[in-house]
């Protein structure tokens, strides 16, 4: 099916829920309540498929403000998200097009509620912790699962980094941003990002870091026109360790030239 949600089961009580495979969210369930990360684009009733593997009260958090991370909050009574993310995710909510698709299947965008890095949210016997990581979008954060050790990263860090679009931080600025929280490779093993299919190494964290630095320092001769919805930017591939990354061969960051 064309926007069939596909869910694994990636370790015990977390759930890895790829919608057609264009965007991904996650459900993590602790002893007393359950966190859905990410709500993707709403082609499906997440609702719906959430309570078939739980029946435990739920709290939603968006990574950041796109609408192929929020648009599936339509389903939910409120969802969490750092506001300096918020008039970005207007951008879309309040897009006449959005409305009257919500008006049609009798959906409408519930509230955003504030998150901020440094909290905790405490699911019983799993805890995530919030840290921000501006730079894809001005509110970006990543959830650290303690006690799996696991990073969720949205589009924050992955394999196809977007730095291209407006309001993304200068490559220069970003750089400083990712030093500054390369701590969290000592606290988690695994990253799960928002365009995944399965769990990625940490040193995803590092290697990407490498191939903004080396943006920065001009490393750029090799290349690439990239061509995308908003125009043709640029993209730099970074290397990770093959066998780290076996079911991941390309590794691109996008980038206006005109923004280190």
Known sequence: MENELFINEV?????????????????????????????????????????????????VVNTHGHPDHIFGNVYFDEAYMNPSDLP????????????????????????????????????GGRTLEVFSLPGHT??????????????????S????LWMQLDGCLPMKAFLKELDRILFLEDRADIILHGHARDVDDISLLRCMRNGVKEICEGKTEEDLPYEWFGGIARQHSFHCDPDKFYQ?????ICYQPGNI
């Open 88 to 123: 970005l995710s207007h951008m879309f909510t309040e897009d006449p097009e959005f409305l009257k698709q919500c008006n049609e299947n009798g959906l409408k965008m519930p509230p955003f509620r504030d998150i901020h890095p440094g909290e905790v949210i405490d699911l």
């Open 11 to 59: 370790r015990q009580g977390i759930y890895l829920m790829d919608e057609a495979h264009e965007a991904t969210g996650y459900l993590v369930i602790g002893k007393d309540r359950a966190c859905v990360i990410d709500t993707m684009n709403g082609y499906n009733n997440l609702y719906q498929a959430v309570r078939k593997l739980t029946d435990k009260p739920l709290i």
């Open 138 to 155: 001005p509110g970006g954060i990543l959830l650290l699962l303690r006690e799996d050790r696991i990073l969720f990263t949205g589009d």
């Open 157 to 160: 860090i992955n394999h196809h």
């Open 248 to 252: 991941q061969k390309d590794h691109v």
